[in-house]
């Protein structure tokens, strides 16, 4: 039972948010069960190109009546629909006994199988299978509409929405949240493009009851029960004062894509180089050669600045085919990242090696830094491979509890640090970052990690260690801002946000962005931490 005051995480999408009561779309009647024909093979056949044009029909309704952005999709839908070879394989079923219903449903399930697996397609293939439902029901008579109120306001409720039923949406449709579905479902794009606020991937509204007062939250990525205006979190945009950010904002990078796109921001090196990416579907060990000759391109390419290369972070989530592991029970706490030095310490020797080799040849200023390191004597084993390897800086990553307490003995032993947050969250709070149930305790905004963080950056800061962020959390603008406050030297974002995280630092100055961790220092929540760093930088927003 949801009470007042509860938050359900979703994603958010849009920037406004809206409060009203919750209408449940009832999940549709179930259709007949698969069944045979008996023998009328041509009436059958009949039967089913008189549904596939009424359908057909109510599509190109549907499409005038949803506006722009849903014609298209209903356009394509149509040309599906009326496919000749589509609508063959469909006479085929009924020739092998199927009734028309049955029989449309099968072609579409093998049409639909054929562009299963395709990230392109996957979200799209609910919308395909929706027209099979569709000529089904007119077969056999079934009404499928939503039964939306007309007047009134309504957040209306579903496990996520088809083409057919974004359609119908009424004027009386304010909000929406679906159960399912991801930021690219078929609800996502057309509540954008209706402005409708929208959260979806919200599991928990799956108990939410019609009539329910509820606040969609889009920019706070939740639904908030009986939610009102002070709890809406609002959205900000950072207006760039100064020419430079107040710390180096670099990129995130994994390939030799990553690295020329990446050339293409504003972004000063490379904060993170990912080479286990180049190697996730390699059944060979790529030689000395090859890794010289990729390393090299791909140093080139990078962004102006220094470029901190990752050596190889297998295990766990990144398995690399061509490094025998060991079958671990739980291989997040298992042999993974440098660990691997166990029985692969000539690969990353191999490694260090080539990179040295990549460095001179392509002229750049290289940084070397081992993952998933857990004591100060993993470090000192790493640094000595890596200072007989090469003239480069090298840094290992903070990404496990165990480490933020032994960086009293790192200094003189590595130059700098990198804190992987997508990590260190994982480890600090117990909670598996693959695991879509546990997303809120992988929060950068959760106050633990915000201790262990300004933790870290003071240590290293003490030890005259260079500090830097590479995990997802360098990402968020705002987010960047307490970083730079708490003391960190520099961030790296994925590349798509080097320009929103640079421009946030560069809107404010030191002083304000140590304000505004001073200011979160106190939270006791996720939500509390954010919201009170929001509320804080929107100084330094338009
Ligand atoms: C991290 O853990 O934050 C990190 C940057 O490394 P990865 O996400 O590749 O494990
Ligand atoms: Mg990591």
């Not at 069960?33 to 044009?53: C, F, S, T, Y």
């Not at 209706?194 to 939740?222: F, H, M, N, Q, Y």
């Not at 079958?327 to 080539?354: C, K, M, T, W």
């Not at 970052?433 to 870290?456: C, D, E, F, T, Y």
């Amino acid at each position: 039972m949801l009470a007042t005051g509860d938050v359900l995480t979703g994603l958010g999408v849009g920037l406004e948010a809206v409060s009203a009561e919750v209408f449940r779309v009832k999940p549709p009647q179930p259709l007949p069960i698969p069944a045979n024909h008996a023998g009328d093979e041509e009436a059958q056949g009949a039967k089913l190109r008189e549904a596939v044009d009424a359908v057909g029909q109510s599509l190109q309704e549907l499409a005038v009546k949803a506006g722009e952005t849903s014609a298209e999709i209903f356009e394509a839908l149509e040309m599906i629909l009326q496919d000749e070879s589509l609508f063959e394989a469909a006479l085929g079923e009924i020739a092998d006994g199927f009734e028309a219903g049955t029989a449309f449903v099968n072609a579409i399930e093998t049409f639909a199988e054929m562009l299963s697996g395709d990230p392109t397609f996957e979200e799209r293939l609910a919308d395909i299978r929706d027209l099979g439902r569709r000529v089904a029901a007119h077969v056999h008579g079934i009404a499928l509409g939503l039964d939306l109120p007309e007047e009134g306001r309504y957040v209306i409720v579903g496990e996520d929405f088809a083409p057919a039923d974004t359609a119908q949406f009424t004027k009386a449709v304010v909000g929406v949240i679906t159960i399912h579905g991801g930021p690219t479902s078929h609800t996502a794009i057309i509540c954008r493009s209706k402005s409708i606020p929208a959260v979806v991937s919200c599991t928990a509204a799956k108990d939410l009851l019609d009539g329910t007062e509820v606040l969609v939250d889009p920019v706070g990525d939740r639904v908030v029960v009986g939610g009102t205006d002070s709890d809406i979190t609002k959205a900000i945009t950072f207006v760039a004062k100064n020419p430079e950010p107040i710390i180096p904002v670099r990129a995130n990078i994994g390939s030799l894509e990553d690295a020329v796109a990446a050339a293409t921001t504003a972004a000063e090196g490379v904060g993170l180089f990912r080479t286990e990416l180049l190697y996730l579907s390699s059944t060979t060990r790529p030689s000395k050669e090859k890794q010289v000759e990729s390393y090299t391109e791909i140093l080139k390419a990078a962004p102006e600045g220094p470029i901190v290369v990752r050596t190889i972070d297998a295990g766990s989530d990144k398995p690399v085919p061509f490094l025998q592991m060991p079958h671990e029970e739980n291989p997040a706490l298992g042999v993974r990242g440098y660990r691997l030095v166990q029985d692969h310490e000539d690969f990353i020797v191999d490694q260090l090696e080539s990179l040295e080799a990549a460095r001179v040849a392509s002229g750049r200023e290289v940084w070397v830094m081992a993952p998933m390191v857990a004591v100060a004597t993993e470090a000192e084993a790493f640094a000595k491979l890596a200072r007989e390897a090469g003239q480069y800086k090298v840094g290992i990553m903070v990404e496990t509890p165990s480490i933020v307490y032994d960086l009293r003995h790192l200094g003189g032993v590595v130059d700098f640090i990198s804190v992987g947050t997508n990590d260190l969250s994982q480890y600090l709070f117990a909670s598996d970052r693959m695991n879509p149930n546990l997303g809120a305790m992988l929060n950068p905004w959760q106050p633990a990690l915000i201790q262990a963080l300004a933790q870290i950056a003071a240590e290293s800061k003490k030890n005259g260690i260079y500090s830097g962020v590479c995990g997802e959390a360098g990402s968020d603008p705002a987010f960047a801002a307490v970083l730079a406050g708490m003391g960190f030297d520099s961030v790296s974002a994925s590349r798509s946000q080097v320009g929103a995280v640079r421009t946030a630092l560069s809107s404010m100055s030191q002083a304000d962005a140590e304000a505004v961790y001073q200011a979160v220092i106190g939270a006791r929540s996720a939500d509390e931490a954010k919201s009170i760093a929001l509320a804080k930088l929107a100084q330094f927003a338009s």
